[in-house]
């Protein structure tokens, strides 16, 4: 048995939402990964249970290669490939579901239509501190991701019996990827419960596992080695690993979406390291992944030094100038950072 996390009175107004819509159009943030695109199709495919006249996800740019085996991934539109069709999407749309993101600046250059559009929004999110942006907000950052509140939603709305194999491969996968395969942010033993039911219900976990995380393309496991054994700085007195990768570095290497996927976990399997720091240099600002184990809050450090946040364990920042700044400012955060309570 679930403990019910989403309030009645919340269901109840989704629920009214759902029926009174017509045309639905589902957003995530930039740069998708597996929780967006998983929670976002697990909703399109419980959407189209009912008989709506469309149901579209939107994302703002191309997410990794490696989820687009997921069930209903082909109908997805790449805001930056067909920004006019997406456009007109989100203008006629009558219910606008945000998923994954706290802020509408995640949307990247979506938020001026999101911000402009007439439809009624619905934020489903697990990040913590959301702007007020939407007409309903189910916000529980103690959730793991927003695909395990997807699943917690529709058995909250009575519809426990709509999951299918299909949107429930969705949903595993956005746990699955939200949680670095149940490395972090996964103590919780109602997220077993979920999985269980999810296996009874078809899934193969580990085949979802390989379909993820086992078939890469050649460049991106010369990509992983190159930056394990070229670019890899250990800070030991600091218990920290940090690499940086230029855009040059990216080409080089035949860079596309998702391939630097999961590498900032990568230094944390080193004896004595528990903070992890991926910097990764972009067109006009450096995007920076942060991962830590134990009781070290990587959110707090990404939000000090870097306007970012998260999970404790796992979170983000970015940088607006050259990628060496960027590094220089990790570095003077790194040696002041609460280093009595942290590194001892």
């Known amino acids: 048995m679930l403990t019910k996390k989403i309030d009645n009175d919340k269901i109840h107004k989704l629920k009214t939402i759902i029926k009174e819509g017509d045309d639905f159009v589902i957003v995530t943030h930039e ?9 976002s199709l697990a909703l399109y495919r419980y959407l189209n249970t009912f008989d709506k006249k469309s149901i579209t996800v939107i994302v703002p740019n191309e997410y990794p290669s490696f989820l687009k085996w997921l069930p209903g991934a082909k109908e997805i539109v790449d805001f930056s490939k067909f920004k006019d069709f997406g456009i007109q999407l989100i203008r006629k749309a009558d219910v606008i579901f945000c998923l994954d993101f706290n802020a509408i600046k995640r949307v990247g250059r979506m938020d001026s239509v999101l911000v402009a559009a007439d439809a009624k929004k619905v934020l489903i999110d697990h990040h913590l501190e ?48 939200d949680t670095g395969s149940f490395s972090y942010n996964s103590n919780d033993s109602e997220i077993y419960l979920i999985i269980s039911e999810l296996i009874k219900l078809g899934i193969d976990k580990d085949e979802i596992y390989r379909k993820v995380n086992q078939v890469y393309s050649e460049y991106r496991l010369r990509l992983m080695g190159y930056v394990l054994y070229e670019k890899m700085k250990i800070y030991k007195e600091k218990k920290t690993a940090m690499f940086a990768l230029t855009q040059e570095e990216l080409n080089r290497f035949h860079y596309r979406s998702g391939d630097t996927e999961g590498f900032v976990n990568l230094p944390l399997s080193m004896d004595g390291i528990s903070f992890s720091v991926f910097l990764r240099e972009e067109t006009n600002l450096i995007k920076i992944s942060f991962r830590s184990l134990g009781d070290f809050p990587c959110n707090k450090f990404a939000a000090k030094y870097f306007n970012g946040g998260g999970h404790k364990n796992a979170s983000g920042g970015e940088y607006y100038g050259k990628l060496d700044d960027a590094i220089k400012v990790f570095e003077e955060g790194l040696s002041k950072f609460n280093s009595k309570s942290y590194w001892m």
């Open 31 to 39: 740069l998708p990964d597996g929780d967006a695109i998983g929670s």
């Open 130 to 177: 959301p702007d007020n942006f939407c007409n309903l907000m189910i916000s529980h950052p103690e959730v793991s991701s927003t695909s395990e509140l997807i699943f917690r939603i529709i058995c909250s709305l009575g519809a426990f019996e709509k999951l299918d194999k299909e949107m429930c491969e969705c949903i595993y996968t956005g746990m699955m990827t």
